[in-house]
């Protein structure tokens, strides 16, 4: 149970050990959700899920476990790891997943992958890797794009982010339930993006970011403005 009371709906973060799944763990963990850390090495997800214990120093419900078991275990699915990993992964993970899941995918498809540079990106057939993840996973499991855009560096800290998140999805519900999962972070407004298919535009953001990053050492992010205050979460 939640400390509300209501039912828990857990959230697996698959790939979750690396910088991203960890910021959106604790920072997830801190708005009460509760969370399932995935790992390829079970041992490793629990001494991820140790980590964040230690960090809010307090019990909060966030455990780890073989990425297939996080994933059989929970129908909100956040996927945190390289574009290189990403598709066998999901073929991997595919039994496991079930009707009616979402799958929150954060890839970016960066050259770096295959010893190219971080601030360039690979094209991919299906226009994104979100794309690629849509046409991997169950007939009856939405895929949404998002928080590509996010630092894992400030997700991981104490301080509000200064950013925003577009999301992108054929599936309006799930979309709407990933801005409000955006929007319980400090600092984050969470904007409707669109279609799947835009998440080539987002993904390809990341990499611009990258590079302002390198040229100026920073945590870059990016806020849209001047829309009425509705269309922000
Ligand atoms: N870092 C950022 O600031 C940031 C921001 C926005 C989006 N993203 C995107 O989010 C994703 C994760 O970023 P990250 O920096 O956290 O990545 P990462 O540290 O390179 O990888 C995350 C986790 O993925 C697992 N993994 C690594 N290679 C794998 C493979 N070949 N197959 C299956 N699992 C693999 C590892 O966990 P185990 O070894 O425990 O299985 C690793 O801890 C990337 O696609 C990245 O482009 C990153």
Redesign the pocket.
Known sequence: MSANGAPARPIAII?G?????MGLALRWARAGETIIIG???AQ??EQAATAIQRRMGRPVPVSGME?KAACAAADILML??????QA??IKQLKPAMTAGSILID???P?AAGVGGRASRTLGVWQGSAAQQAAELVPEEVSVVAA???????LLGGDNPLDCDVIVCSDDADAAQLTRELAAKIPGVRALDGGKLENARIVEQI?ALLIGLNVRNKGHAGIRITGLPPAAYL
Not at 80 to 85: I, S, Y
Not at 147 to 153: C, D, G, I, M, Q
């Open positions: 790939g050990t690396g910088p991203a799944g790992s390829r090495d490793r997800a990425n945190t790891v390289p574009f290189e990993g066998s992964l954060a890839t970016v960066l928080f590509h855009n996010v630092s894992a560096e990341t």
